[in-house]
């Protein structure tokens, strides 16, 4: 199983990105995906989750400023994110899940500048 994110830049703050993460080597559809970030110095937490019925839940840092979304056609999860701010700023890293099964990506680099 392979997870590839996408979409990490640089970006003022106020402004938006969209990530990507694209899965390869299971069936994706049966997945809970999620999204998680590491900020510099910092633990790893979560961010985002969408569950395969797929109802959608965030971290109260996101709520109302990002969406989570897939595709399952595609093989691939989305993290919609507006308004970012300079604490937004760190790696970000996806993460499919099911029961014992888990999974993650290399991570991609968001950074917000203020």
């Known amino acids: 199983v392979q997870l590839v994110e996408s979409g990490g830049g640089l970006v003022q703050a106020g402004g938006s990105l969209r990530l990507s993460c694209t899965a390869s080597?299971?069936?994706?559809?049966?997945?809970?995906m999620r999204w998680f970030r590491q900020a510099p110095g910092k633990q790893r937490e979560w961010v985002a989750t969408i569950y395969e019925y797929p109802e959608t839940k965030y971290a109260g840092s996101v709520e109302g400023r990002f969406t989570i979304s897939r595709d399952d056609a595609k093989n691939t999860v989305y993290l919609q994110m507006n308004s970012l701010k300079p604490e937004d700023t760190g790696v970000y890293f996806c993460n499919m899940v099911r029961i014992d099964l888990e999974y993650w990506g290399d991570g991609t680099l968001v950074t917000v500048s203020s």
């Open positions: 080597g299971t069936v994706f559809s049966v997945f809970n």
